[in-house]
């Protein structure tokens, strides 16, 4: 059994609507969404998706979202296999 890829998003406005941030990560399942208001910067938020073991997805998904825009934040991101705390 392979380790669970969780993608993290950075950037993300904080009080942004939970439905914005559904339809931006559409492919992962709104169940899989895990919000950190206070661990961005000011104004900012950290979204933890948790995808699977699927490599191949995790990355897809990491390519679509970087460097986007939303509300004027560029998002960042990057993936891991540790959970957060």
């Known amino acids: 059994m392979g380790a669970t890829w969780r993608l993290i998003v950075g950037g993300v406005p904080s009080g942004l609507d939970r439905q914005e941030l559904e339809a931006l990560l559409a492919p992962?399942?709104?169940?899989?969404l895990d919000v950190h208001e206070s661990a961005g910067g000011p104004g900012e938020s950290v979204v933890?998706?948790?995808?699977?073991t699927d490599l191949r997805l995790a990355e897809r998904l990491r390519q679509r979202v970087g460097g986007r825009s939303i509300q004027?934040?560029?998002?960042?991101?990057w993936l891991s296999r540790r959970p957060l705390h």
């Open 28 to 32: 992962c399942g709104a169940a899989r």
């Open 48 to 52: 933890v998706v948790r995808i699977g």
């Open 72 to 77: 004027g934040h560029r998002l960042w991101t």
